[in-house]
C-alpha cells in the first residue's frame, strides 16, 4: 500500500514535470515568434509615438508600443491590456492575434481619417499630447469618423479656460472664442462683456505645450505678435481633451488661414508653420548695448529667429526681442566675448553679431553655450524668407 502511494506519487511529480517542461518551452515559442513579429514592417516602431524598438504590446488591439506609451494604455484597461515582450507570459493565440494586426494595419484602421493639421505626438511631446492621442484614437476612435472630429474642425469653439493673470499670477476663469470666419481668437474678462478683453490675430498666433514650464500638466503657452511684439498668456482646462481640443482648434485655424494666404502650397509644406515648438530656453546672462551696463540674468526664449527675453519665464511681455537672419545677410554666432569685459558674468560667453551690433551673451555651463550656439546655428544657416525681410526691417528700425 505504502509501495503504491509512493509510486503514483513519482508518477505524479513526472507528470507535472513534463507539463511544466513543456509550458516553458511553449512560452519559449512563443517570445521568439513576438520577437520575429518585431522585424515586420511598422512593428520596429512604437505605434503611438514611433519611438525605436517597442518592448511592449496590446494583446487586445495588436500593437507593438513603448514603455511609455505601455503605461498610458493601462489608462484605457476596458480597451487595451498590455504585456511585456519579454518578461510576461503569452499563450499562442495571443501572439497569433498579435501576427494577424500588427502596427501597420492598426494604423490603416485607427489612423484611417486624421485631418492633415491634426497634431500627431512624438517620443519628445508631453504626456498629455500623447495620452490624449491614445485615447482619441483607440477610446474615442476619433479617426473612424469624421462626425467625431467636430470639436476642432468647426472652424468654431469657445468654452472657459483658466488663464494666468498678467501680473498676480492668479488662475480665473474667462470665456474663449475661436473663429475662423474673423481669423481671431479672443478672450473676454467679465462673464457678460460684451467687448473682448484681447483679439489675437490667428496668423500671429502660436500655441505650444509648456507643462514644465507652466508648472501644470495641461499649460498651454499661447503667443501672439501685437504692434510687432510678443505677447504671452498661459492657459489650461482641467480636462485634457478639452484642452488637446482647443490646440487641433487653434492648429485648423492656422491651416486654413495659411491655405488662403500661401495658394498651391502643400500640406507637407504648411505642416510645420501650424504650431511651433521652441527651438531652446533657458537662462543666459546678456549686457546692454553699450555692454558697460554689466550682465544680467534673463529667461531667453528662441522662437525660429526671435531671441526673446523675460525676467520671469511667466512674464507676458518680452523685455527685448532680437532678430536672428542667415549668413548671407551678415549675421554670426561665435563663442567667447570679446576682450576686455567689465563686470562679473557666467563663464561661458556668446556673441552674435548681426549688422547693427553686437550682442553679448553668457552662460552657466560649457553645454548650455553649446546648446544655444547649435540654436542659433540652425536659424542662421538657413536662409531668409521673403516675409522674414519685414520682420528684420522692424527690428532695424526699432526705437
Ligand atoms: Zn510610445
Known amino acids: 500500500m505504502r509501495e503504491s502511494l509512493r509510486r503514483a506519487a513519482a508518477e505524479q511529480s513526472r507528470h507535472l514535470g513534463s507539463n511544466i517542461y513543456m509550458m516553458a518551452s511553449d512560452q519559449e515559442k512563443n517570445r521568439q515568434r513576438l520577437k520575429q513579429l518585431l522585424g515586420k514592417p511598422g512593428n520596429g516602431n512604437c505605434a503611438d509615438c514611433g519611438a525605436p524598438d517597442p518592448e511592449w504590446a496590446s494583446y487586445t488591439l495588436g500593437v507593438f508600443v513603448c514603455l511609455s506609451c505601455s503605461g498610458l494604455h493601462r489608462n484605457i484597461a476596458q480597451i487595451s491590456k498590455v504585456k511585456s515582450i519579454l518578461l510576461d507570459p503569452w499563450s499562442s493565440a495571443e501572439v497569433e492575434f498579435m501576427d494577424s494586426v500588427g502596427n501597420n494595419a492598426a494604423k490603416a484602421k485607427y489612423e484611417k481619417i486624421v485631418p492633415a493639421f491634426f497634431y500627431c505626438p512624438t517620443h519628445k511631446d508631453c504626456m498629455l499630447l500623447r495620452e490624449q492621442w491614445i485615447r482619441a484614437k483607440y477610446e474615442r476612435k476619433e479617426f473612424q469618423c469624421v462626425e467625431r472630429q467636430e470639436p476642432y474642425s468647426a472652424g468654431y469653439r469657445e468654452g472657459f479656460l483658466w488663464k494666468r493673470g498678467r501680473d ?232
Not at 553668457?362 to 553645454?367: K, N
Not at 542662421?380 to 526699432?398: C, D, G, S, T
Request: charge should be positive; include cysteine.
Open 168 to 399: 498676480n499670477g492668479q488662475y480665473l476663469s474667462r470665456k474663449f472664442i475661436l473663429s475662423e470666419r474673423e481669423g481671431v481668437l479672443k478672450y473676454f474678462n467679465k462673464h457678460d462683456a460684451r467687448e473682448p478683453k484681447a483679439i489675437m490675430k490667428i496668423n500671429t498666433v502660436n500655441a505650444t505645450f509648456q507643462p514644465t514650464k507652466i508648472g501644470i500638466a495641461h499649460g498651454l503657452q499661447v503667443t501672439y505678435l501685437k504692434d510687432n511684439s510678443t505677447r504671452n498668456i498661459f492657459v489650461y482646462h482641467e480636462d485634457g481633451k478639452e484642452m488637446v481640443d482647443w490646440f487641433n482648434a487653434i492648429r485648423a485655424a492656422r491651416f486654413h488661414y495659411l491655405q488662403v494666404a500661401f495658394p498651391g502650397a502643400s500640406n507637407s509644406d504648411l505642416m510645420p508653420k501650424l504650431s511651433r515648438n521652441y527651438i531652446k530656453e533657458g537662462y543666459m546672462e546678456k549686457t546692454g548695448p553699450k555692454h558697460t551696463e554689466g550682465f544680467k540674468k534673463r529667461w531667453f526664449t528662441m522662437d525660429d529667429r526671435r531671441l526673446m527675453y523675460f525676467k520671469d519665464p511667466l512674464d507676458a511681455y518680452a523685455r527685448g526681442e532680437v532678430f536672428i537672419g542667415s549668413r548671407e545677410n551678415s549675421y554670426t554666432v561665435l563663442p567667447g566675448l570679446p576682450p576686455n569685459i567689465q563686470g562679473y558674468h557666467w563663464q561661458f560667453g556668446i556673441t552674435i553679431v548681426t549688422p547693427d551690433r553686437k550682442f553679448l551673451f553668457a552662460c552657466e555651463t560649457e553645454e548650455d553655450q553649446k546648446d544655444w550656439i547649435a540654436a542659433f546655428q540652425t536659424v542662421i544657416n538657413r536662409p531668409m524668407l521673403p516675409q522674414e525681410y519685414a520682420v528684420e526691417a522692424y527690428f532695424k528700425h526699432k526705437p
